[in-house]
């Protein structure tokens, strides 16, 4: 294609220069750590340190350096506040309401992980970091409750699509432990004979051929999941 | 829990004057726009306009204001260059590499939409906007590449799970035309049989009982969309 009109470059610097109150933003990072224990779904909260927000939890975040890739940033604030350092987080959705931040304009990245918290430690001395339910989850400091929503309902969307909650089951497990971290997730109750029907038509699961043992209820069948699955799943994880 | 450690608060001012030099990020939009057409899928490009990438191509972005809200952004910068007003973009990623912009620190938030393009009528005349086919994209501006294929990699992986691609075909539409969709879309020819197969597993299709006329092959059957998805659809191509 021919060029029809004759064009005025700009060079980066003259670009900079005539928009010098578009530079006065902070990007931050705020990571929503949900985590599977007791047949409960929880999520990682810390107290605010801000004046504005005082007595409100929110999110694990912090401001991206000047000199860090905004991904980089993710990992780095996770594990200078859990001591984590062994989780894929994935990048969920950036928010940037104006006047969502007390100190100027933040526009802030949500990064998200889920968890056994079986297989997790962290270092809870911080700021009273601490693992919360997440039916009892009030007001949160800035944001951080319509951002926590976003991600549920992303994760809620998702289980149902693809074998994301593998990771909080044993090898070897139960449809009455599958169905429980669905509730979990989900947040309500499942009718039992729906939720083995639609379990059934997905290719997730292998049944072993052998029951549970030393449970407290009638002994039911064990599951793995899928070998090619897993493979997948794992590079999921792995791999961002 | 009681609070064990007397804290220190800080306020908002304080927290900002400690960290001045976190305030000089810029944040911009960039539009992922792709087309339908002709059995081709196809990306909005236009000419960079800064000299830095002189003679390359970029997507579709600009800066976002300082009274601005990051969603708002993306449709105004639409709207702008393109006079499209009635399109529904996603947000799917953000890029935040330091050094991605010559201007400074910009990171950047991509949105993305799918449109038929015989539904959407442009107004071509800014900096040679222009609909290019994505089997033919070479090196773009800034990071842009990356950015388009991460939102083409996205977009692959969710073709399969999602009908997303139904709005890219008439009210009524043969195998062979939606074979056509997904092969434009994934970038690769599909076996008829195999493709046949898989989407008769899905609950997506209702055969109309009516044969297509006047085309210039055997006449196929003909379907619609599953009037449930349709709902579904058009409800998260409106609400965000």
Not at 197 to 225: A, F, I, N, Q
Request: hydrophobic share 40%; proline share 3%.
């Amino acid at each position: 294609m021919s060029e029809r009109i004759i064009k005025a470059f700009k060079t980066a610097e003259t670009e900079k220069i005539s928009h010098l109150d578009y530079f006065n933003i902070a990007v931050s990072v705020d990571c929503v750590i949900l985590g599977y224990e007791n047949k409960q779904l929880k999520v990682l909260l810390i107290k605010s340190d801000l004046e504005e927000f005082s007595g409100l939890n929110s999110l694990l975040g912090d401001l991206v350096r000047p000199d860090e890739d905004l991904d980089e940033a993710s990992y780095r604030i996770l594990r200078e506040r859990t001591g984590l350092n062994d989780v894929y987080l994935e990048q969920v959705q950036t928010f940037g309401r104006i006047g969502r931040h007390p100190s100027g304009r933040v526009v802030t990245t949500a990064y998200f992980s889920l968890l056994d918290l079986h297989h997790h430690q962290l270092r809870l001395s911080h700021n009273d970091l601490h693992w919360h339910p997440i039916s009892k989850v009030g007001k949160l400091a800035f944001d951080h409750k319509d951002i926590l929503d976003s991600c549920l309902h992303r994760l809620r969307q998702q289980v149902l699509e693809r074998p994301l909650i593998f990771s909080l089951l044993p090898e070897k497990f139960s449809l009455r432990q599958l169905q429980e971290v669905y509730e979990a997730i989900l947040g309500t109750e499942l009718d039992r004979r729906n939720f083995r029907k639609k379990v059934s038509l997905k290719d997730w699961l292998v049944d072993l051929g052998e029951m549970e043992t030393d449970v407290p209820h009638r002994p039911g069948k064990l599951y793995k999941l899928n070998p090619a699955l897993k493979k997948r799943l794992r590079a999921r994880l792995r791999v961002s």
